[in-house]
């Protein structure tokens, strides 16, 4: 063959695969330092990090996908937390204020969480709650466990990103894809369609379902289990490691409650356990369906898909739902972390051991 014609026929190749490199890094490129969306990015409903935490407000009667479940602040604080040291509930109660972490702050719209962590919770706590007003109970319960949430939250969208950015290849997408139990083994990269599957997996989870089902599951944090283990959502374990009940169903086998280091630990876990399991993948689904259409993701709708986590069935979802709809939890989904510093809390008699 000439050399010109073999020209002709290898320019429109080198062209073609030229273009599918570029296409290839385009997709793959994180969002520029201007903060536009990367198309890897768009494509899995993700925005790129915003400079404060003030931006990560939703919108006023917003009927697309909260601004806090899309993406993350810049600004999030890098130092290690200041430990509080607590000798009362009333001290805790004047946290809050001080934070403007209460009722006059919700009430005027302020959606802002600080970054608030604890160890465990105090046998205190279980002797004494019952003597605490209802809703006393209630609101340091929710606003204890809220920080927690989302901050497990910000961990998942922070994996999100490396997913949908990362190469196929990459160490880190890897590990996230044995970490959801997409990839049993030793797997050298990731096909487009597993990569899907994994963005399906590793999401978030609407606050006010995991708050209701962490009252549910621990007793409002009185049950033996939460003192015990840090365990909030009646996971089971059976590793033989867990949790002995009382009256143990001999049909299931040698299993437990799991237990977790911490607080935190424990909603972890729970996410991960939604996030894997394969009886909540009508959860998944239906949380990937309204990402995909930029609808709000609340616990009112997911909490739908919830009747194998207890014997109840439609019970257990009718109880959940019921639960975010008296306590106004749905709010708490529109919240988002503070770029203040973390603190972590203290109770005066852990601090003197």
């Not at 409903?45 to 931006?55: I, L, Y």
């Not at 944090?221 to 015990?228: K, L």
């Not at 909603?267 to 998944?284: D, I």
């Not at 014997?311 to 709809?325: K, L, N, S, T, V």
């Given at each position: 063959m000439p050399s010109?014609?073999?020209?002709?026929?290898?320019?429109?190749?080198?062209?073609?695969?030229?273009?599918?490199?570029?296409?290839?890094?385009?997709w793959y490129r994180p969002s520029d330092e201007s903060g536009a969306l990367s198309p890897a990015l768009a494509a899995a409903?993700?925005?790129?990090?915003?400079?404060?935490?003030?931006?990560l407000a939703t919108p006023a009667d917003s009927q697309q996908t909260q601004t806090s479940f899309k993406t993350v602040s810049k600004a999030r604080p890098t130092k290690a937390p200041k430990d509080v040291v607590l000798n009362s509930l009333d001290e805790l109660i004047a946290l809050f204020d001080s934070l403007g972490y209460n009722q006059a702050?919700?009430?005027a719209g302020n959606r802002e969480v600080p970054r608030l962590t604890f160890e465990a919770v105090s046998e205190r706590w279980q002797k004494t709650s019952s003597q605490i007003p209802v809703q006393l109970k209630k609101m340091v319960f929710f606003r204890l466990m809220a920080p927690l949430i989302l901050v497990a939250n910000e961990q998942i969208l922070l994996e999100r990103q490396t997913i949908a950015q990362a190469a196929p290849d990459a160490p880190e997408l890897l590990a996230l894809a044995r970490k959801y139990r997409l990839l049993t083994d030793e797997s050298g990269s990731l096909t487009g369609e597993q990569r899907q599957q994994l963005l399906?997996?590793?999401?978030?989870?609407?606050?006010?379902?995991?708050?209701?089902?962490?009252?549910?599951?621990?007793?409002?944090?009185?049950?033996?289990?939460?003192?015990?283990?840090?365990?909030?959502?009646?996971?089971?374990?059976?590793?033989?490691?867990?949790?002995?009940p009382k009256a143990q169903r001999k049909e299931l086998g040698n299993y437990g409650l799991a237990r977790f280091d911490t607080p935190l630990a424990s909603?972890?876990?729970?996410?991960?356990?939604?996030?894997?399991?394969?009886?909540?993948?009508?959860?998944?689904e239906l949380r990937a369906q309204l990402r995909a259409e930029n609808k709000p993701i609340t616990g009112l709708e997911l909490a739908g898909t919830l009747e194998?986590?207890?014997?109840?069935?439609?019970?257990?979802?009718?109880?959940?739902?019921?639960?975010?709809?008296?306590?106004?939890?749905?709010?708490?989904?529109e919240a988002y972390l503070s770029d203040g510093a973390p603190l972590h809390l203290i109770s005066a008699d852990d601090a003197r051991d």
């Open positions: 010109d014609s073999r020209l002709k026929i290898a320019l429109p190749l080198l062209l073609l695969l030229t273009s599918l490199l570029m296409l290839w890094a385009l409903g993700m925005e790129p990090p915003v400079a404060n935490a003030g931006e702050g919700w009430q399906a997996r590793v999401d978030i989870m609407p606050p006010s379902l995991v708050l209701a089902q962490a009252a549910e599951e621990s007793g409002w944090a009185t049950s033996r289990f939460t003192v015990e283990g840090n365990a909030f959502f009646g996971q089971w374990d059976f590793s033989g490691k867990g949790m002995t909603v972890e876990g729970y996410l991960l356990n939604l996030n894997t399991n394969a009886a909540y993948q009508s959860l998944r194998r986590y207890s014997e109840r069935g439609q019970a257990y979802i009718d109880g959940i739902r019921h639960m975010i709809r008296y306590n106004g939890l749905d709010q708490v989904d």
